[in-house]
């Protein structure tokens, strides 16, 4: 259900860019949304749907990439993608570090939006 406000802000930003740009119909949205996120692609399209009727961008389609998990290790800096869902602990493959910075996998923006 926390997809319905975050939607509503996309749309929101979509329509006060369109407006500022004379935009007469918008046909998609590209969005990067991080793998740390756990927002349902599918949820987020069903809202913008709803949310959308009868303004200019009823029936965009939303293109969602996600972004994987990166980090990078403090100790020796080495960046590495890790599939947060299957790793319990998080160590550098290269010097077996534990101290970590997240690099990417949070992200969460607007790419582009494609008009006419």
């Known amino acids: 259900m926390h997809e319905l406000p975050i939607t ?3 749309l929101n930003i979509v329509l006060k860019h369109a407006e500022a740009n004379n935009v007469n119909k918008v046909i998609s949205i590209s969005l990067k949304i991080g793998e740390l996120s756990d927002l ?3 949820w987020v399209q069903r809202y913008f749907d709803y ?3 009868d303004t200019i ?3 965009a389609k939303l293109k969602i990439e996600r972004t ?3 980090i ?3 100790k020796c800096g080495l960046s590495f993608q890790v599939n947060i869902r299957e790793s319990k602990t998080i160590r550098c493959p290269d010097c077996g570090g ?3 910075t997240l690099v990417s996998g949070r992200e969460f ?3 582009s939006i494609d008009v006419i």
């Open 8 to 10: 509503e802000s996309i």
């Open 40 to 42: 349902v692609n599918e």
């Open 51 to 53: 949310l959308s009727k």
């Open 57 to 59: 961008a009823e029936g």
């Open 68 to 70: 994987p998990v990166v």
């Open 72 to 74: 990078q290790c403090d």
């Open 98 to 100: 534990k101290e970590v």
């Open 109 to 111: 923006y607007i790419n």
